[in-house]
């Protein structure tokens, strides 16, 4: 505790530095595996898009070690935010999401309700975090052990599923 509070000052101090210098940083290479994709592979497609995104979290810069610590920081400040949230909304996510909601809106072949578009998206994003960290539990439901198989499985999915989704909405949008 006294190695605490010299160094930081208290344990919320700690805390904080804990997400500024962990946390962030492997949020941030989640965006940059992302972006990188999406640049790589030119002209984007809702498919690629969606793909992309969910390549980053389920095949990206993390490692097996990392991701766990990573889920339990963010299920924490979900569950019970702290000063902390604030920093990983405005810096991590609002981004995140914004990216996200700009790259499929230009993706799109046809213009998409944007009340709905950003519901689609935070399904997307929903969908993405929950297989990235719940890997274990849909393993032992799908009977897939193999980490490339069933990430692969993972990604084609989320992409289908999505994909779906963006397009019974706009049916139901067109009725």
Known sequence: ????????????????????????????????????????NGNPTPNLVIQSFARAFLEGPMSA??????????????????????????????PLFGNLLNDLRAAMPQKIDEKRMVLNVFSVLSMVLYF???????????????????QNRFIDHIVQFSLNGFAAREKEANK
């Open 132 to 150: 990235n960290f719940a890997r274990p539990l849909i393993a032992s439901f799908v009977g897939s052990r193999d980490g490339n198989d069933l």
């Open 65 to 94: 070690e990392e991701r766990p610590r990573h889920l339990k920081l963010i299920s924490g400040e979900l569950a019970q935010p702290t000063e902390a949230f604030e920093l990983i909304v405005e810096q991590v996510f609002r």
């Open 1 to 40: 505790l006294a190695a605490v509070n010299y160094h930081f000052g208290n344990k919320r101090n700690l805390y904080l530095e804990v997400f500024r210098s962990r946390w962030m940083p492997r949020a941030s290479r989640i965006q940059q595996s992302f972006r990188q994709s999406l640049n790589h």
